[in-house]
Every structure is written in structure tokens, then in C-alpha cells.
Nanobody, 124 residues
Framework: VQLQASGGGLVQSGGSLRLSCAAS????????LGWFRQAAGKEREFVAG???????ASASSVKGRFTISRDTAKTTVYLQMNDLKPEDTAVYYC???????????????????WGQGTQVTVSS
């Protein structure tokens, strides 16, 4: 599965962005999906995820501000980011896995497929 992330950019604090992650040539139906981010000098961390059964999870730092969803054709996963803060600045990565169990949704090592990353920069 090839994933292509897009939608990053420069936004002011309090603004919004929507990231997209498209699977080339196939459906993501039945896949667990996740968004992760890596700020400069820091480790990559979990942001939000969708389980194979449709459940969702998000990091406490983004809860209430970020929402993960997928389109009805199940070829694209989105991350709607509202009320952005400077500390949200990072490269954002999407990931997918066909067999990942719900309890591992936050564990990046469990994902087999990764997008290339898209930069999000939030100015104060």
C-alpha cells in the first residue's frame, strides 16, 4: 500500500488545516489508520487513529481539537486540525496496517505502511 500525505502548510495560531492521506490504487477498507507527528529534535508520537472496526483514539494533547476520519470510498483518511498551537508544529505522517489490533493503535512499530510526511508549521 502506497500512502500519500498532503495538506500541510503554514498557519497562524488558532487556525485550522486538514491533512489528507490517500492510498494509491486501492481501498483502505479493513485497515487500521493512524496519524503520527515528529517535531524537530523529538521522537515521533501518536496523534490519532482509527481502528479496523471503526473506533477512534487520539492523544490527550490534541483531544477536542483534532479529528480523524475517512471518506466513504475508504481510499482517503483525513486529519482535521482546529485551534492549532505552535506546539503542533511537526512533520505529520499517516500510517496503515491490515492486521493491527485496537489496543495497538498508538504503537507506531505495529504499522506496516507509511506516507512520506507533510510539514505543519504553526506561527504564534
Amino acid at each position: 500500500v502506497q500512502l500519500q500525505a498532503s495538506g500541510g502548510g503554514l498557519v497562524q495560531s488558532g487556525g485550522s488545516l486538514r491533512l489528507s492521506c490517500a492510498a494509491s490504487g486501492r481501498s483502505l477498507n479493513g485497515y487500521a489508520l493512524g496519524w503520527f507527528r515528529q517535531a524537530a529534535g523529538k521522537e515521533r508520537e501518536f496523534v490519532a487513529g482509527l481502528t479496523r472496526s471503526g473506533g477512534s483514539a487520539s492523544a490527550s494533547s490534541v483531544k477536542g481539537r483534532f479529528t480523524i476520519s475517512r471518506d466513504t470510498a475508504k481510499t482517503t483518511v483525513y486529519l482535521q486540525m482546529n485551534d492549532l498551537k505552535p506546539e503542533d508544529t511537526a512533520v505529520y505522517y499517516c500510517a496503515a496496517d491490515r492486521h493491527l489490533i485496537a489496543s495497538s493503535i498508538r504503537t507506531q512499530s505495529q504499522y506496516d505502511y507509511w506516507g512520506q510526511g507533510t510539514q505543519v508549521t504553526v506561527s504564534s
